[in-house]
């Protein structure tokens, strides 16, 4: 008997903690679209629990406030992306530049309507950078599984991916005001750049 | 009688005008030295008018808050940054790229201490922007001017110049932890990115 309803506690308790995950996932994604619709600013709490079907207390039971409720959001999508491009990389024969910034701009461009809203909420400048941060660990990684390291034993990887990161960055912060180039073109644009460099008339006179 | 008693009151408004202009800027000058030695979060208003022995009524009589005055500090310093950088690339036979690269990162090192300050102090992301947008606008004047316009004609210049923008935003940023390599070496890497590109190893499979 005893060990029967101790059984059922632990059962009922599994129940809750996926009944919470959910109601926590539909909150997000309630929020995701009200803030989309009306802008950061604009939302209420009540709008964010009027599109999930909750009451405003269930709110509170998972989020402080709006601001934390929107930064989960952005950590979880940017975490989603994250391993999304993790995933893509190492699915190809060999991890390339190419295929790494091709996999990080398709996955950004389909989040591109969330990094406009976080930026009009008023993101702060050290949430950018660690976002930054991770892309330039990525970087490294291609980096240091070159097929020819000796082609790279002249730079100063950290830095050089630090500086690339920042081509990338700027690719994503352009989607902000207008949809094109689309993630593909983005990514040839982007590649172009880093393949080749800029015509040498503009860096000495002629 | 008349007109020279009015002349006294201009003289009395203009002095009035010019010691407030000075009280101003060494309130600025007094914030930035305990904003480097004690960080954003730490100093106070007090401490503020301490270091630019005014009273703590002066401070509100230019400023709302600490972050006014902070904002204001930053948009200043980055204003003159701007105006000496386009000076010194204006003294130049011709806008190269390479003039104007160097020119942003000694400017821009000089002054690496406040970034830091700002970030710490938690800016916001639409500021940086702001800031980046400039660095772009100043890029695309270089690309316009090209002495070989033709070697651009398949470049979205735009875009290129937001991208570029990156490249240069992230040599800064990379100040932010560590102060080597200096403006001139951090210009020589970020120009032979630029120039050069990366290995085409890198890029393909081998």
Same mark, same amino acid.
């Given at each position: 008997? %005893? !060990?029967?309803? &101790? /059984?059922?506690?632990?059962?009922?308790?599994? +129940?809750?903690?996926?009944?919470?995950? %959910?109601?926590?996932?539909?909150?997000?994604?309630?929020?995701?679209?009200?803030?989309? &619709?009306?802008?950061?600013?604009?939302?209420?709490?009540?709008?964010?629990? /009027?599109?999930?079907?909750?009451?405003?207390?269930?709110?509170?039971?998972?989020?402080? !406030? %709006?601001?934390? =409720?929107?930064?989960?959001? @952005? !950590?979880?999508?940017?975490?989603?992306?994250?391993?999304?491009?993790?995933?893509?990389?190492?699915?190809?024969? #060999? @991890?390339?530049?190419?295929?790494?910034?091709?996999?990080?701009? +398709?996955?950004?461009? #389909?989040?591109?309507?969330?990094?406009?809203?976080?930026?009009?909420?008023?993101?702060?400048?050290?949430?950018?950078?660690?976002?930054?941060?991770? @892309?330039?660990?990525?970087?490294?990684?291609?980096? $240091?599984?070159?097929?020819?390291?000796?082609?790279?034993?002249?730079?100063?990887?950290?830095?050089?991916?630090?500086?690339?990161?920042?081509?990338?960055?700027?690719?994503?912060?352009?989607?902000?005001?207008?949809?094109?180039?689309?993630?593909?073109?983005? #990514? $040839?644009?982007?590649? =172009?750049?880093?393949?080749?460099?800029?015509?040498?008339?503009?860096?000495?006179?002629?």
């Amino acid at each position: 008997m %005893k !060990d029967n309803s &101790k /059984e059922e506690f632990t059962t009922r308790q599994h +129940r809750g903690a996926k009944r919470r995950a %959910k109601t926590r996932a539909d909150l997000l994604a309630a929020a995701r679209k009200v803030f989309a &619709k009306k802008g950061y600013h604009d939302t209420s709490i009540l709008d964010i629990t /009027e599109a999930a079907d909750v009451g405003v207390g269930t709110f509170y039971l998972h989020f402080r !406030d %709006k601001d934390e =409720a929107f930064n989960t959001l @952005i !950590d979880e999508v940017f975490h989603i992306l994250e391993e999304q491009v993790i995933a893509e990389v190492r699915s190809h024969e #060999a @991890i390339t530049l190419s295929v790494t910034v091709q996999s990080i701009f +398709r996955h950004a461009y #389909a989040q591109r309507d969330l990094f406009s809203i976080a930026l009009a909420s008023g993101a702060q400048v050290s949430r950018t950078i660690r976002v930054e941060d991770t @892309i330039a660990r990525g970087l490294i990684r291609v980096f $240091e599984q070159a097929s020819r390291p000796a082609d790279l034993q002249d730079y100063d990887i950290p830095l050089l991916a630090c500086l690339v990161t920042g081509v990338i960055a700027q690719g994503i912060i352009w989607w902000f005001d207008q949809d094109e180039p689309g993630p593909d073109e983005m #990514a $040839e644009k982007v590649l =172009a750049l880093l393949a080749h460099g800029l015509p040498a008339s503009l860096f000495t006179l002629t």
